[in-house]
């Protein structure tokens, strides 16, 4: 007698798929490193529609990146952690930051965001706005002054911020802001150079850059611990600024002051030098966009009155903020998130050992045109929800996702859009050099050689708001 059998359906095999390699000599980029122009580079080799790309050289060293956004979401969001911020590239950041959240990983990153969060509250923003508005109506007066003659926008968006940043972290007096703009500025522009980046890795090693860096930290912890002593002794009732508030929480937070510092130090690098990043690019397409500029000043001139609080004018800068979320697609000033897997695993299965390095990167993704048609042209209708441009958000990161997601966006946002309104209705700025300009991919994406630009104020300029 026959006895049927069972027919079994097969075990799935998990499938495992290679990663698509950059086809350039990878060496060349250790050439091409001190010049900062990692994006252009990957830019230009990136196979069309690579969405799991490596290169470099086998072992440690080789790079992973990941472009497809769905993949990205699931990194960013990832709470288990199988990817930590032990990436390289984070290495000077860490000298100069500490464990800071940006820095920080698992439940401490948590624990620290906890705290930080109760910081950017609806009030406690009006606040702030006020202050940005006080320091934008400065530099309308400053640019009136320099009508007709160059600037270098970069530069200019550098102390306009400083003066916001120093404003929220510390209440800084006007004589006080030299100094801090002098330290923080030497600071910046020491971590955006490459060679920083290579010697972090060894920093025993006896080379001018390092002594150079461990000099500027030095000067931030002294001129710090100077703010932490002066509030302490001031005692305010109230918190009129973020040190005020975070020596109220202190001790509930359970920091020393080494933890205090490494919060502030990141609260400045976070809240100053990418949002003169998103200002400067936001000049330059204006610049090229002359419709989208007049557009943006015919929104200011109906919104800026007198008599509305600063705070609520932005609900109505509609049009000012889709531009620059627009000019942070093309230009994301955090051009860069990396990550670390601290186990064997895979994504999509593509599989990455232990140890590997991955990339997530905005400017690649940004401009990718499956997920934004004509990807490199401005057009600020992409974030107008109403409008028939939509596209996946997944794939527009400039302040990252999910519980990495920067924590101050709300208040980079806030200030970019008042800055970018109240100085718009009032002038407009022509490039001096009509060559495209050259991408410098340091701690945030900025212009090589600044961003020089004429200012022109605008023929029958309204009053000063």
């Known amino acids: 007698m026959?006895?049927?059998?069972?027919?079994?359906s097969p075990k799935p095999v998990a499938v495992s798929r290679s990663w698509q390699r950059i086809r350039f000599p990878w060496w060349r980029l250790l050439g091409s490193a001190r010049a900062n122009d990692w994006v252009e580079v990957l830019q230009r080799h990136r196979p069309a529609g690579g969405d799991y790309l490596c290169f470099g050289p086998p072992g440690p060293a080789k790079i992973y990146i990941v472009c497809n956004p769905d993949a990205i979401q699931r990194i960013f969001a990832d709470q288990s952690g199988l990817y930590c911020r032990g990436e390289p590239r984070w290495t000077p950041l860490r000298r100069v930051l500490g464990d800071g959240l940006i820095t920080a990983d698992g439940e401490r990153h948590r624990r620290n965001r906890r705290v930080l969060a109760k910081l950017f509250k609806a009030d406690w923003l009006q606040q702030q706005a006020q202050h940005v508005q006080v320091f934008t109506e400065q530099w309308i007066s400053r640019w009136r002054e320099a009508a007709g003659s160059t600037v270098d926008v970069h530069e200019e968006m550098i102390?306009?911020?400083?003066?916001?940043?120093?404003?929220?972290?510390?209440?800084?007096?006007?004589?006080?802001?030299?100094?801090?703009?002098?330290?923080?500025?030497n600071l910046n522009a020491l971590t955006n150079r490459?060679?920083?980046?290579?010697?972090?890795?060894?920093?025993?090693?006896p080379v001018r850059v390092n002594r150079t860096l461990k000099h500027g930290i030095r000067e931030i912890d002294a001129y710090i611990g100077q703010m932490i002593w002066q509030h302490r002794?001031?005692?305010?009732?109230?918190?009129a600024d973020a040190l005020d508030y975070l020596l109220s929480v202190q001790a509930e937070a359970g920091w020393d002051d080494r933890q205090l510092r490494d919060e502030l130090v990141t609260l400045f690098g976070a809240g100053h030098e990418s949002v003169a990043a998103a200002l400067t690019w936001s000049w330059y397409l204006l610049d090229r966009y002359p419709?989208?500029?007049?557009?943006?000043?015919?929104?200011?001139?109906?919104?800026?009155?007198?008599?509305?609080?600063?705070?609520?004018?932005?609900?109505?800068?509609?049009?000012?903020?889709?531009?620059?979320?627009?000019s942070m697609r093309l230009y994301p000033p955090v051009w860069f998130n990396g990550r670390k897997?601290?186990?064997?695993?895979e994504i999509d299965g593509h599989p990455l050992p232990a140890g590997a390095r991955v990339w997530l990167l905005p400017f690649l993704v940004h401009r990718d045109p499956r997920w934004f048609p004509q990807p490199t042209v401005m057009c600020?209708?992409?974030?107008?929800?109403?409008?028939?441009?939509?596209?996946?958000?997944?794939?527009?990161?400039?302040?990252?996702?999910?519980?990495?997601?920067?924590l101050g966006h709300f208040f980079a946002e806030m200030e970019a859009t008042l800055i970018l309104a109240g100085l718009a209705r009032h002038f407009r700025l022509h490039r001096t050099n009509r060559t495209e300009p050259r991408l410098n991919a340091g701690t945030t994406l900025y212009p090589r050689g600044g961003m020089p630009m004429t200012v022109m104020p605008h023929p029958q300029e309204a009053p000063c708001s």
């Not at 490459?194 to 090693?205: E, M, R």
């Not at 989208?292 to 049009?319: C, F, G, N, S």
């Open 2 to 8: 026959m006895v049927p059998t069972m027919m079994l």
């Open 159 to 185: 102390l306009i911020t400083l003066k916001c940043i120093g404003k929220m972290l510390f209440n800084i007096s006007f004589e006080e802001e030299l100094r801090f703009g002098r330290i923080f500025k």
């Open 194 to 205: 490459i060679d920083v980046a290579v010697f972090s890795l060894v920093p025993w090693l």
């Open 233 to 239: 002794e001031r005692n305010a009732p109230a918190a």
């Open 291 to 326: 419709d989208i500029a007049d557009r943006v000043r015919r929104e200011a001139d109906r919104v800026l009155t007198q008599d509305r609080p600063a705070y609520e004018q932005l609900q109505h800068l509609v049009y000012t903020r889709q531009v620059l979320r627009e």
């Open 341 to 345: 897997t601290t186990r064997a695993t």
């Open 380 to 406: 600020p209708q992409r974030f107008d929800q109403s409008s028939n441009l939509a596209f996946n958000a997944k794939a527009y990161f400039p302040f990252g996702k999910g519980a990495r997601m920067c």
